[in-house]
């Protein structure tokens, strides 16, 4: 739900109360999936106690509930776009500052990948057909550097439809670790390796290393098979 709207889970009362209706989560490591409860199609949800009177519609009118399949874009009361809450804080972050500090370091040659990362990087040796190697994204540091870098992201193009898979791999510890949620979840294995299928992404851990694999409309195969060619 929290997603619907736009911003990160929240551990927060409202949080809380999504938990309770959590029938199953599945933990490898460091990566958790929570099984999301599922709506009605039109169903109205209230908007969570947290977010009551900061959140607004393009009019400047306050959102006190939405309709589930129709979520609605969220805005400041000064009508900047919302692009999301932070989790711990609840500061509210608009697109505008986003885009400011999207400032990434963009890598498209594959021999330099790992002259960036703290950790191995590897890529598949199997991609859907159309999709080639596109680039690699590096956080920048507070110095504008990138230098043993816990995280990549990595993204395969298809340039005829426009489609890209995504990836993102993290060197695993307690600060790389995470929970997220998604529906009709479920455990298998990646080479050897516990993996956890949601949605369209598919999560494993292997060797310290987080593989986090996003294929937007990628059939389930195709997208395990992808999966089982970073080796």
Not at 12 to 25: G, H, R, W
Not at 207 to 214: D, S, T
Request: with cysteine; hydrophobic share 35%; charged share 30%.
């Amino acid at each position: 739900l929290v997603c619907i709207l736009g911003v990160t889970t929240m551990r927060t009362s409202f949080a809380q109360e999504l938990a309770d209706k959590i029938a199953n989560f599945i933990s490898i490591g460091h990566v958790t999936v929570h099984e999301d409860p599922i709506y009605d199609e039109g169903e109205i949800i209230q908007v969570p106690e947290e977010l009551k009177g900061i959140i607004f519609d393009k009019e400047g009118n306050l959102i006190e509930e939405f309709t589930v399949g129709n979520p609605p874009a969220i805005y400041t009361a000064d009508g900047e776009k919302i692009a999301f809450i932070e989790t711990e804080t609840m500061k509210i972050v608009t697109e505008a500052e986003v885009e400011k500090e999207n400032n990434n370091l963009l890598v498209k040659d594959v021999n330099k990948l790992n002259d960036y990362t703290c950790f191995e990087v590897i890529l598949p040796s199997y991609l859907p057909e159309g999709y080639e190697f596109d680039r690699a994204e590096f956080f920048r540091d507070e110095n504008g550097l990138v230098e043993n870098s816990k995280y990549i992201s990595l993204y395969f193009t298809n340039d005829e439809t426009g489609e890209y898979i995504y990836m993102q791999q993290r060197f695993a510890d307690e600060e790389t670790a995470y929970e997220t949620g998604g529906q009709k979840i479920e455990q298998l294995k990646i080479n050897g390796a516990d993996a956890i299928l949601y949605d369209n992404n598919l999560d494993w851990e292997d060797n310290g290393v987080i593989y986090m694999l996003n294929g937007r409309g990628i059939p389930r195969d195709e997208l395990i098979k992808t999966a089982e060619s970073f080796k």
